[in-house]
């Protein structure tokens, strides 16, 4: 049986502000990846530039 490494992601869009949805998830995911000895990656997902919202990148860092 072959070992995996767990390696979970949260990848929001800055297209707005962080809600409570978006931290629930978030710290699921980091739960769900330290519980198992793995990563937590966050990656922010910038492919909609046209409504990307100023300043929201650096409230998601600093969230």
């Known amino acids: ?23 629930r998830t978030a710290l699921y995911e980091y739960l ?3 519980s198992a000895g ?3 990656v966050l990656r922010i997902e910038d492919t909609d530039q046209e409504r990307q ?3 929201a990148i ?3 860092y600093s969230t």
């Open 1 to 23: 049986m072959s070992q995996t490494h767990v390696r979970t992601r949260f990848a929001p869009s800055p297209t707005g502000f962080m809600h409570i949805g978006n931290l």
């Open 32 to 34: 769900t990846a330290k």
């Open 38 to 40: 793995g990563d937590f």
């Open 58 to 60: 650096e409230k998601i």
């Open 53 to 55: 919202v100023e300043g």
